[in-house]
């Protein structure tokens, strides 16, 4: 039997060392922060729930943002979730910002995460995962459950969608 306390103490040392990564990388599929702030829960409830799971098939990090990614999908396909998103359209949103949004307000200031978040969700993800998340082509290929060769793909179309981004705002 596996002791409660140890895998609370587990989980706090994931949290402190993953939780930016598994927030960011929520954030920049949901582009919003308190869906970001939801889909980190969920994700952190889920690894204590399966802890024991983890078959160290892959590091720690591809796991976490493996178990994002699939959270975000499941969040996106709820019916629930589609009549909030409608809601949110119609609703002001001119409350003042916390300080965590503040910060990464700023952080999507930059110029090239900027253009990052406009491209589609495929490219989006891999140039994340590569560039923020520091991600090797194999364990992208984990997170996606798809080829290198696919990584490689999206990688060199999300690099030309870029590059053409930079151009026009020149």
Avoid: C
Avoid at 53 to 74: G, Q
Avoid at 84 to 112: F, P, Y
Avoid at 121 to 137: D, F, G, M, P, T
């Amino acid at each position: 039997m596996v002791d409660t306390d140890d895998n609370k103490q587990l989980l706090d040392q994931l949290m402190l060392a993953y939780g930016k990564d598994v927030w960011n990388y929520a954030f920049s599929m949901t582009r919003k922060w308190d869906v970001a702030d939801d889909v980190t829960q969920e994700v952190f409830i889920k690894v204590y729930r399966n802890m024991n799971s983890f078959r160290r098939d892959s590091s720690v990090k591809t796991w976490l943002l493996t178990i994002t990614r699939n959270t975000v999908i499941d969040y996106r396909r709820s019916a629930f979730i589609r009549k909030v998103t409608l809601s949110d359209v119609l609703e002001d949103h001119s409350e003042r910002q916390s300080a965590e949004q503040e910060v990464i307000g700023n952080w999507t200031v930059n110029e090239m995460w900027a253009m990052v978040l406009k491209l589609p969700s495929k490219y989006r993800e891999v140039i994340i995962l590569y560039a923020h998340n520091q991600l090797s082509l194999k364990e992208i290929s984990e997170v996606l459950d798809v080829t290198e060769g696919t990584v490689k793909s999206r990688m060199f179309h999300a690099r030309k969608k870029l590059t053409l981004m930079k151009e026009a705002n020149r």
